[in-house]
């Protein structure tokens, strides 16, 4: 790797799980600057990929951040070289409030940076007292994704951020993924066409296990036959951009328009687009 080489490189990474080859030689680079979409079906192995990354399941092949070879760190090592982690369920504490969810992810050493959490989100100064539970869902992705830039990260990890949130949050999830990337270079997991469209610079799918395409991410998503081709998605969906409650026409699970309705294991997947997250994540307790 050149000095001015990828910031993340992961070749030829391969897990197993319970018997099933999930993931069969994954390689890609995320550069040092701006918001890279992971992008996929549901079940390609996304969220895999993302935890094998972070030593969060065993693999085989190799990982490395910067110009150090992380793949044999524990996981708490690979972090406090500078990966902020919001996961596919968020991770936030319903019981707790928002200052104390934030107090929770202060990493030492290093000094908590809040004056640029509370000024990119306002919002959790004005309620920081408040239980995170009762946050509405586009807020409490705003605590997740505050969480993650309140230490001194080189690079953000989000896992779908606008899973089982309504239409209407997409907007704000999108706003606040915009404002983490001006900060710091973005892993970005996300299902939301229209939401990649507006953050991303560049792509890399998977499907079944393996990168079927890396790119620019206008190329592809101006390119409906290969969106369709690569991601199952309609025509109509794939190029209603930035409509974020556009009706959905597709029968596909990868939308321009609406969010992952599927049953999943994450603590949000169940909540269809008029379920408050809220409401989905209430079950989740500190
Ligand atoms: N803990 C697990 N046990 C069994 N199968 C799993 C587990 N985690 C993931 N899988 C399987 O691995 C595949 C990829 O899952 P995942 O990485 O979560 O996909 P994605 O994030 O792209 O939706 C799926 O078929 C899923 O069922
Ligand atoms: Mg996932």
Do not use: C
Not at 134 to 160: F, H, Y
């Amino acid at each position: 790797m050149s000095a001015a080489g990828p910031l993340l490189n992961a070749a030829d990474l391969h897990v197993w799980i319970e018997g099933s080859h999930i993931l069969q030689g994954v390689s890609f680079a995320v550069p040092d600057r701006g918001v890279t979409a992971l992008l996929g079906r549901n079940g390609v192995g996304k969220t895999t990929t993302v935890k094998a990354l972070l030593g969060l399941v065993p693999r085989t092949g190799r990982v490395d951040f910067g110009d150090v070879e992380t793949t044999a760190l524990p996981t708490h090592a690979i972090v406090t070289m500078g990966i902020g982690y919001v996961p596919e369920d968020r991770g936030v504490f319903s019981a707790l409030t928002v200052a104390e969810n934030l107090r929770l992810a202060e990493r030492r050493p290093g000094k908590p940076r809040y004056e640029l959490v509370h000024e990119l989100f306002p919002e959790l100064r004005e309620r920081a007292d408040q239980p995170a539970g009762t946050l509405s869902g586009g807020q409490q992705q705003m605590l997740a994704i505050g969480r993650a830039l309140l230490n001194d990260n080189r690079l953000l990890i989000v896992d779908e951020p606008t899973k089982g949130l309504a239409p209407r949050i997409v907007g704000e999830v999108a706003d606040a993924v915009a404002r983490a990337a001006e900060q710091v270079p973005v892993l970005l997991v996300e299902q939301n066409l229209s939401l990649v469209r507006r953050v991303a610079e560049r792509v890399v799918v998977l499907d079944a296990g393996r990168v079927i395409h890396t790119g620019p991410a206008l190329a592809l998503l101006d390119d409906p036959d290969r969106v369709r081709e690569l991601l199952g998605v309609s025509r109509a969906a794939a190029t209603t951009a930035g409509k974020a409650t556009a009706p959905s026409s597709t029968g596909t699970t990868m939308t321009a328009s609406t969010p992952d309705t599927t049953p999943a294991s994450g603590a949000t997947g169940t909540a269809g687009p008029d379920t408050p997250a809220s409401e989905a994540e209430g079950r989740r307790t500190a």
